[in-house]
């Protein structure tokens, strides 16, 4: 089906609240021999969403080569018109230590809490202190293209929207 060029502001708000509720972004990479899917954890932060992988996983290897990558977040749902989602293209970045990577983690540890349980009391909970908690780095999927899905709507329904 074609996406729905008309109505991107009056959905807009829908899928940037479906993106603030939900947690679990899936990613999907490729190179010459495979495909693969990977779900994280992400923050919704700037327009793009951040989170933090393995450096030597899968994903994040064929990543650097500056692929294209898909993404799709996804309400669960037990019915057809229960189907929301967001599908994506965009491209993975490291982020390097900084302000916008400071805000990231900040925005990262308030949406999921459990991860300070993880360090002892008065301990930094900095980018070094996680990358080195958890052997992981902080990472970007920047999309380029975006849409809004939301069978809800009518069957197939969606929408391109731009943040």
């Known amino acids: 089906m074609n996406p729905t ?27 010459v021999e495979r495909v693969w899917a990977a779900p994280v954890y992400y ?25 294209p990558v898909a993404a799709a977040i996804h309400a669960s749902s037990n019915t057809w018109q229960g189907i929301r989602g967001i599908q994506m293209a965009g491209r993975i970045k490291p982020v390097r230590p900084g302000i ?3 805000q990231a983690l900040r925005a990262y540890i308030k949406k999921f809490p459990f991860t300070s349980g993880f ?22 999927f920047a999309p380029q293209q975006v849409f809004y899905l939301d069978n809800s709507i009518r069957f197939g329904f969606r929408t391109e929207i731009h943040f």
């Open 100 to 102: 916008t990577a400071v």
């Open 5 to 31: 060029p008309s109505g991107e502001k009056e959905y807009r708000e829908p899928a940037i609240q479906l993106i603030d509720e939900l947690s679990t972004l899936t990613l999907a990479t490729s190179d």
């Open 43 to 67: 923050v919704f932060y700037k327009n793009a969403f951040f989170f933090f992988s393995d450096p030597e996983s899968l994903h994040i290897t064929q990543a650097q080569a500056d692929r």
């Open 119 to 140: 360090f002892e009391d008065g301990q930094s909970l900095d980018l070094a202190a996680f990358s080195k908690r958890f052997r992981v780095k902080l990472y970007c």
